[in-house]
């Protein structure tokens, strides 16, 4: 169901995307060669508790038969993992590193969504064009989030932008409506046809989230039955915010 978000709600949703703002500032902050990815993942659930805020990626339950519910307050995903990876003692961080970390805070009632990628020393040229172009995807995208276009417009320009740039989208997962639920209605692929799909309105919650790899398109899931792998063992980036359509210019609700 695509949902409509009243003022109040919107300040609900307001709130909660300001946790996950203040969650990545402090991570930005800590990240470093050495660390593990479940000390990351700690630093992040804390963050997100100590502003009054749930972390709702824990326990989340994707509904697919034999698959655990998700165990962290994060998903932290490392070079060629793309997204979904398990935080784990056993994976440390090394210089050159591109760390992509997913969160999700629920407050009073509320979801705010976002994705970043982190570039960990020093990261190689080709590594930060791959992040660097992910981000502006998302930008190139959010520039048809307004009433008067569709959701076919925002998937279009985020696939044809990373097509332009020599890299691959990744097809079977895909940005959502967020709200009370953490995934609403309508889907938001990363390609599409514009013209096509929801016609966009103000008071709707959008998290719009490109996810990109600098080979093929072609992924593989770990036997955890979470972890999403590129097939050709190169590189991906994830970039992704909760933002509000209103009358006019989009207002991005998780960038503080
Ligand atoms: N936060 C992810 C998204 O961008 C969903 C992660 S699945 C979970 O939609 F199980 F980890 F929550
Ligand atoms: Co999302």
């Known amino acids: 169901m695509v949902t409509i978000k009243s003022k109040k709600e919107i300040e609900a949703m307001r709130q909660a995307c300001k946790v996950v703002a203040l969650t990545y500032k402090e991570l930005e902050r800590k990240i470093k060669p050495g660390m593990s990815t479940w ?11 100590e502003n009054g805020a749930i972390p709702a990626e824990k326990g989340y339950d994707i509904g697919i038969k034999g698959v655990p519910p998700y165990p962290a307050a994060t998903c932290i995903s490392v070079n060629d993992e793309i997204i979904h990876g398990i935080p784990s003692k056993k994976k440390i961080i090394q210089d050159g590193d591109i760390v992509s970390v997913d969160l999700v805070a629920l407050k009073n009632g509320f979801n705010g969504d976002a994705a970043r990628t982190f570039l960990v020393g020093n990261v190689s040229k080709e590594a930060r064009r791959l992040v660097e172009i992910t981000k502006q995807a998302f930008f190139e995208g959010i520039k048809f989030a307004k009433p008067g276009y569709r959701i076919g417009d925002i998937s279009h320009r985020i696939g044809e932008f990373v097509k332009e740039n020599g890299y691959s989208v990744v097809r079977e997962f895909q940005g959502h409506g967020i709200g009370r639920q953490m995934h609403e209605d309508p889907g938001i692929p990363n390609f599409g046809k514009p013209g096509k799909g929801l016609r966009l ?12 790899i600098q080979g093929r398109e072609e992924i593989v899931e770990l036997e955890d039955g979470w972890t999403i792998v590129t097939e050709d063992g190169s590189l991906s980036a994830h970039y992704e915010n909760t933002i509000l359509i209103t009358e006019k210019e989009p207002e991005i609700l998780t960038i503080l």
């Open 201 to 212: 309105e103000p008071g709707m919650t959008l998290a719009i989230e490109p996810m990109v």
């Open 39 to 49: 000390e990351l993942d700690q630093i992040a659930e804390k963050v997100i508790r």
